[in-house]
């Protein structure tokens, strides 16, 4: 006969810690590439081996030519030099095909998320393509710099301009098909253009707003009324204080700037953008650059101050 320690002993359940749950591996999206007949192939790897051209190794070293004006805006690391056409030819195909290897590691991860080999080969074969893509990039980045010099009018807005122009670039890199026959330099020409033409577009349309809107809200100010009840010459001198306040925020240049394009500091009228220019001896494009970022500036401060929030939301 059992004893009660005996039994008691059968009795117990063994409590056992939980396994650990491994985390989940989250599944890249898929990958779009251009497909080609001789990606399906074994041997295809070898094969766009035997293509690549013995300068796609020196792409990254050869120096450009900087006699040009175009040449020496180009920081360092747009100096790649042209391609060749069967050093593009290969470079897109060989993009692609490292793409087309990527998603095929992709679907298997999809099906075996912990499989850190699927994972691995997936990572190798995206890098290869993006180094591949990089490369064909940079040795375009001229033309975004020449479509650029066309449109703008100043160095600021070049620089801007050629921000612009590198994201439609890349996306047009990974959408070019080679077997079509065309260079690359005609496909993407078309769509960092009109992405050029698309910001001009909103910043003119910006500017105009902004523009007016500051100049509206200026020029309430003198007959500006507080809607809580107080006495009017208390309103008034609360936002005449408020508006030295407001000017003071800015830089001396700034405020010049300000008062001569509004008239304010007891000026007679507002002046143009061209008057200013001749004045102080900035481009035109310039002042209007100083004009802006003030009027940010003023709106910014305004929207802190309870007497000016009305005022900046009329």
Same mark, same amino acid.
């Given at each position: ?5 005996? @039994?008691?002993? $059968? !009795? %117990? ?13 989250? /599944? ?13 192939? %074994? ?8 293509? $690549? ?25 747009? *100096?790649? *030099? ?13 993009? !692609? ?10 679907? %298997? ?79 993407? @020409? ?10 001009? $577009?909103?910043?003119?349309?910006? !500017? ?21 009840? @107080? ?23 700034? *405020?010049?700037? /300000?008062?001569? *394009? ?17 004045? /102080? ?8 650059? /100083? ?5 940010? $500036? ?17």
């Amino acid at each position: 006969m059992n004893s009660p320690s005996v @039994t008691a002993v $059968k !009795n %117990k359940t063994a409590v056992r810690a939980p396994r650990p749950v491994a985390p989940q591996r989250l /599944i890249p999206p898929p990958l779009a590439y251009v497909d080609h007949p001789l990606f399906a192939r %074994k041997k295809a790897e070898a094969q766009l081996e035997q293509l $690549k051209p013995l300068t796609i190794d020196s792409l990254s070293a050869s120096p450009v030519s900087q006699a040009t004006t175009a040449g020496a805006l180009l920081p360092a690391f747009a *100096r790649s *030099r042209l391609l060749a056409p069967d050093e593009e030819n290969y470079l897109f195909l060989w993009m !692609n095909f490292c793409r087309y290897q990527a998603e095929a590691a992709r679907k %298997k991860l999809a099906k075996t998320p912990s499989s850190d080999a699927y994972f691995a080969q997936y990572n190798l074969w995206l890098n290869k393509s993006i180094t591949a893509r990089n490369q064909i990039v940079q040795a375009n980045l001229r033309l975004v710099v020449a479509l650029a010099r066309k449109c703008c009018g100043s160095i600021e807005q070049l620089a801007e301009l050629v921000s612009e122009g590198v994201m439609p670039l890349i996306r047009s890199v990974e959408l070019f098909d080679i077997s079509l026959g065309n260079r690359f330099s005609t496909y993407a @020409t078309w769509a960092v253009r009109n992405q050029m033409h698309r910001h001009f $577009k909103k910043v003119q349309t910006w !500017n105009e707003h902004t523009t007016a809107y500051i100049h509206e809200a200026l020029e309430q100010f003198e007959d500006f009324r507080s809607p809580v009840e @107080t006495q009017p010459g208390e309103s008034q001198e609360a936002c005449q204080r408020e508006l030295t306040s407001l000017l003071e925020t800015l830089s001396e240049r700034e *405020r010049a700037v /300000i008062a001569a *394009r509004f008239g304010l500091d007891g000026q007679p009228r507002g002046q143009s953008l061209s008057e200013i220019s001749g004045r /102080i001896g900035l481009s035109k494009e310039r002042v209007r650059q /100083i004009v802006l970022k003030a009027l940010d $500036k003023l709106k910014l401060y305004a929207e802190q101050k309870p007497v000016l929030v009305e005022l900046f939301q009329a």
